[in-house]
């Protein structure tokens, strides 16, 4: 089966059409939309630099202070503060050392409203947090990609190279550029017309919830599309970052399936490694209409086209496995593919307790994040004890 064409998505729209002032790029290489409207918020690089609005914060600057990738207050409601993640090259590094550079007025001024607000609707359960105003769960989540990224470009690839290459290479937080722009909009500098839906597609899924902090917190995202997943307790959220909405309307069996019960670990990365998928076969690169200058633009939202794609397992199963961490052989046979979801003539399949392991379909071993439990060591119910 023939793949749609993939481009990279979030790099800068090659031509910068501008209403107000009349300028027009026709530079191959255009200067970035920073520069073109917001003159002194720029996208620097660097442990000096904020990473969010690219002011000069070196260390003992009393404008510098540190921000969490992922915030305190969900370290310590998810009792994460002493847990690690692994990181590209395998090292583990503790969560609450995920910080950025970041100075006093974005932290302080511009995010801590939009933290505050997402907490509070974390507190309230999944419809609050699904009602969250759609310019806060952007800015939440997009913050989170972005600062990611932006810690892996701080960090050496190898621990005996200290300056020598970095984790993420700078290259691609330039390539990002266009989605550190929309960032701006935390400082209200730049908006989009309409407000709604914005720069970001939103899929709400409930999930089970553990007292163990290790079960209570996913993240995926994607180094090729501006996607992130986010399992925080009984909340589940993939956004697609920067496709205008298109997938939210999206009907498709599994996904439509998972969101009629709570989602066990395993299930959350399946509708995770689906949207991803179906986010990927349908990309088509977006040419943005800004309009501004001395500070300030505005997007004109950009028709986000259909959302539909050729569904080649072959490709996703690739995704699935990498998303459940087992061989595609395990989870796909050439032919067909599994679905721990139900749906598309198979029934809802819920779990009952985040102990249970789904197993792959064409081998015997767990999926996710039963991966290397042996068989040995499961319970004659098929759970982990
Ligand atoms: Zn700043």
């Known amino acids: ?55 000069h914060i070196p260390v003992g600057n009393s404008q510098r202070t540190i921000e969490h990738v992922f915030p305190k207050w969900l370290l310590h409601e998810l009792n994460m503060w002493d847990s690690s993640v692994n990181q590209i090259n395998g090292r583990a590094l503790h969560y609450r050392r995920l910080t950025v550079p970041c100075c006093l007025t974005c932290n302080g001024v511009d995010l801590s409203g939009i933290e505050s607000r997402v907490r509070s609707a974390y507190r309230d359960g999944i419809d609050a947090f699904a009602n969250l105003d759609r310019l806060d769960l952007f800015l939440w989540l997009g913050k989170i990609y972005y600062g990611l ?27 990002i550029q266009f989605h550190h722009f929309l960032l701006q909009a935390a400082a209200g500098v730049v908006q989009w ?30 180094l090729m599309l501006p996607i992130i997943g986010i399992r925080i307790g009984k909340i589940g959220v993939v956004a697609i970052l920067q496709d205008w909405g298109r997938s939210e309307g999206v009907r498709q069996p ?16 399946e509708v995770y490694a689906r949207l991803a998928y179906m ?3 349908s990309w088509s690169n977006q040419d943005h209409l800004i309009s501004g200058g001395n500070g300030f633009a505005t ?14 397992w072959k490709n996703f199963a690739a995704r699935l496995a990498g998303a459940w961490e087992v061989p595609e052989g395990a989870i ?10 139900g749906g598309g003539g198979a029934p809802p ?6 102990h249970v392991i789904f197993v792959a379909m064409f081998s015997k071993i767990g999926l996710w994040p039963y991966a290397n439990v042996a068989p040995s060591d499961w319970t004659n119910d098929g759970t982990v004890s």
């Open 149 to 175: 990224v932006y810690k892996e470009s701080l960090q050496p690839l190898s621990v005996s190279d200290q300056a020598g290459a970095r984790l993420v290479p700078v290259a691609h937080l330039e390539s």
């Open 349 to 354: 399949n819920p779990a009952e307790s985040m």
């Open 254 to 269: 599994q996904i439509d399936t998972a969101k009629s019960f709570p989602l066990h670990p395993t299930q959350f990365r």
């Open 299 to 312: 997007i004109m939202t950009p028709d986000p086209g259909d959302f539909a794609g050729t569904w080649d």
């Open 193 to 222: 017309e309409h407000k709604s839906p914005g720069p970001a597609s939103f899929h709400f899924f409930e999930c089970l919830d553990s007292d163990e902090p290790e079960f209570r917190f996913d993240y995926l995202d994607d």
């Open 279 to 281: 986010s990927e076969t």
């Open 1 to 55: 089966m023939e793949r749609l064409s993939l481009q990279k998505p979030h790099k800068p729209p090659r031509e910068l059409r501008v209403e107000q002032n009349e300028r027009v790029s026709t530079e191959l290489e255009p200067r970035s939309p920073h520069e073109q409207f917001l003159i002194d918020r720029v996208q620097r690089f660097g442990d000096d630099c904020c990473f969010l609005c690219g002011a």
């Open 332 to 341: 796909f046979d050439g032919t067909n593919g599994m679905s721990t979801i």
